[in-house]
């Protein structure tokens, strides 16, 4: 009998499921990406290096296979590739969504336009080109020909009036049109901001095109299925954790969703009029569904399946179900009612339905290079996880993420019970510890721009997060602002954005100077720091006590930092405690202030950072 072939689309990470899954349905598996060295390329029964974006090239070599042993699907997982998908599917005859819907799935603009005209409860919008963001006198018919360096020349009036009823709807979402995985996104609050995250947009489409939404503060969802037969079936419904404005960091989603059945039944419904207003008949589908005030909005809906680890692997540890199996029997042809490893494909993977949940976390970094990760082995031994997947290591940038992209890596765990699934993933996360190269000026850089507890959450964050007030905030606050009165005019655009780096830097140093030197659980600490051990958190939830330990586990040379019993310099620092810390000391106070704010600023990784910047 002659195997079944398929044209698979993407070779990287997120396609191996599906190269795999194909191959255990006993299909020949022919990949293209326009990387040679894609990472499952070697996985597939044949590869070929083909851009994605060259659809017609794409279509040509699928008839080149039809015509040479034939060829009887065409698939993709968690690209933005699926109007690539639909074209060759369309001109080689082979099953899955129109090219019209795919195409309506894959632009923003006509996204929401469909939606409307049938509608479905989406945010507003408008689209804006960089004509838009032109002063008058250089705008072009030829939009494409206005340099990025021309905008942000419109007047405050122009843009208004472009901005029609969203002008007076601050906050707004600006978004490539046609990007995914969070590029290019971002929040903003006025005309200034929207200037500056168009241009950012614009740089990251295809088509030099951005959207502008009405922002939707609520909860969000992610939500999968596959339609045939005139019917959708909800394969997946799960939570999404979204963090650091004005960005949308989705740290990590948590599925089955811990909803009520009501706010399910919401999603559900929107999602599926959301799917029949794009015109998509016959594939897999997945969304992204906000929920304010227990009303769901569609975010956006794509003719594919999930990306984010979520179909390959956390929708089959949650509830048992072979999506990925599913999608590629229907784009084969045929039903995929039983690829459910013991799971009744029917049956809505609600919270009632799922054996277990499964938590999806990411580990981030503050920037730099990196020198070594540790901990990885102790991550993947913990309890219930089930992956640890670097994305960084030795000898790579890394940076403050902006988009999903940026992330260092994830873990995945499946457990019997939310909590216990929950705090695997964050745990097995905090494991993890990228140490950074010394002496690199975006991780100084990144250290410098210290916030005061006020502004802790100012993009991009401190590291280390305080929850309760801190001693002697009030005395340093009042120094803060002082400063800033005085800050010269350089320094006024970062004033009207929230704060200054050396107002912050004054606050901390009053609060460094004030401070009477507090001997904690082994520790002998500045009083508000002392005070904060079980308080604060890092941003990946270690507790300042956590962090201090585990600072100590990777680098014991910090004990006569941190004046650990036994270390050389505990009985001097043991000599500040009652006192005050300022004026002179053997121990030079200014050096161990340095340590405070990298440790403040940069959490674990600055703390190290500050031990190694010094020993080299």
Not at 80 to 87: K, L, N
Not at 205 to 233: C, M, P, Q, W
Not at 558 to 583: C, M, N
Request: net charge neutral; aromatic share 8%; with cysteine.
């Amino acid at each position: 009998m002659t195997k079944k072939r398929v044209f698979m689309l993407g070779a990287g990470f997120m396609q191996g499921v599906a190269i795999r899954a194909a191959r255990a349905l006993g299909c020949t598996v022919v990949a293209a990406d326009g990387n040679p060295s894609a990472v499952c390329a070697a996985e597939a029964d044949e590869f070929v290096c083909i851009d994605l974006k060259d659809t017609a090239r794409l279509i040509d070599y699928a008839r080149y296979l039809q015509q040479n042993g034939g060829l009887d699907a065409v698939f993709t997982a968690a690209t933005d590739f699926s109007a690539a998908v639909a074209a060759v599917a369309a001109a080689c005859g082979l099953r899955g969504h129109t090219l019209e819907a795919a195409l309506n799935a894959t632009d923003k603009v006509r996204m929401r336009e469909c939606f409307r005209k049938a509608g479905v409860p989406s945010p507003a919008f408008i689209e804006l080109t960089a004509a838009d963001l032109a002063a008058p006198a250089d705008r072009l018919e030829a939009r494409g020909n206005v340099r990025y360096s021309d905008l942000g020349a419109a007047t405050a009036d122009t843009l208004e009036r472009r901005l029609g009823e969203l002008a007076g709807r601050f906050p707004l979402v600006v978004k490539p049109v046609d990007n995914m995985g969070a590029r290019g996104c971002s929040l903003v609050r006025n005309l200034s901001e929207l200037r500056k995250a168009v241009a950012t947009a614009l740089q990251y489409s295809r088509s030099g095109r951005a959207i502008v939404e009405e922002y939707i503060e609520g909860s969000e969802f992610s939500i999968e299925g596959l339609i045939f037969g005139r019917r959708l079936y909800i394969t997946a419904l799960a939570d999404r954790h979204i963090f650091f404005p004005p960005y949308f960091i989705e740290m990590g989603h948590t599925i089955p969703s811990d909803c009520t059945q009501d706010i399910a039944d919401e999603v559900m419904s929107v999602f599926e009029r959301g799917v029949h207003a794009l015109g998509l008949t016959d594939g897999a589908v997945k969304g992204d569904i906000l929920v304010r005030n227990g009303k769901a909005f569609v975010g956006e809906i794509a003719a594919r399946l999930s990306g984010g680890y979520m179909s390959g692997w956390t929708v089959p540890y949650s509830c048992g179900l072979d999506i990925t199996a599913a999608a590629l029997t229907l784009a084969l042809g045929d039903s995929p009612r039983l690829h459910t490893c013991g799971k009744d494909f029917f049956v809505v993977p609600l919270k009632q339905n799922c054996p277990f949940v499964s938590a999806e976390r990411a580990w981030i970094s503050i920037p730099g290079q990196v020198a070594s990760v540790s901990g990885l082995e102790a991550a993947r031994a913990a309890p219930f996880v089930k992956d640890v997947f670097p994305r960084a290591g030795a000898g790579d940038t890394v940076v403050f993420p902006q988009n999903n992209v940026e992330k260092c890596g994830n873990v995945l765990s499946a457990a019997p019970s939310r909590r216990e699934a929950v705090q695997a993933s964050e745990a097995a996360c905090r494991k993890i510890v990228l140490r950074l190269r010394p002496h690199v000026a975006e991780t100084d850089a990144f250290l410098a721009e210290l916030h005061s507890p006020a502004e802790q959450q100012i993009f991009p964050p401190n590291f280390l997060q305080f929850t309760e007030p801190l001693a002697g905030a009030e005395t340093a606050a009042k120094v803060a602002v002082e400063v800033l009165a005085t800050a010269p005019a350089a320094d006024s655009k970062r004033q009207r954005s929230g704060g200054s780096s050396a107002a912050s830097s004054a606050f901390f140093d009053r609060l460094l100077a004030d401070a009477v030197y507090e001997e904690k659980e082994s520790f002998v600490l500045p009083c508000f720091l002392a005070a904060a051990l079980g308080t604060a958190c890092d941003l990946q939830g270690r507790s300042l006590r956590e962090l201090l330990h585990q600072a100590l586990e990777e680098e014991p040379g910090l004990a006569s930092i941190l004046g650990i019993s036994g270390s050389p310099e505990r009985s001097a620092v043991s000599a500040l405690s009652s006192r005050k810390s300022r004026g002179s000391s053997s121990l030079d106070i200014q050096r161990k202030n340095g340590y405070w704010k990298a440790l403040i600023r940069g959490g674990l990784q600055g703390l190290l950072y500050r031990y190694d910047c010094e020993k080299v």
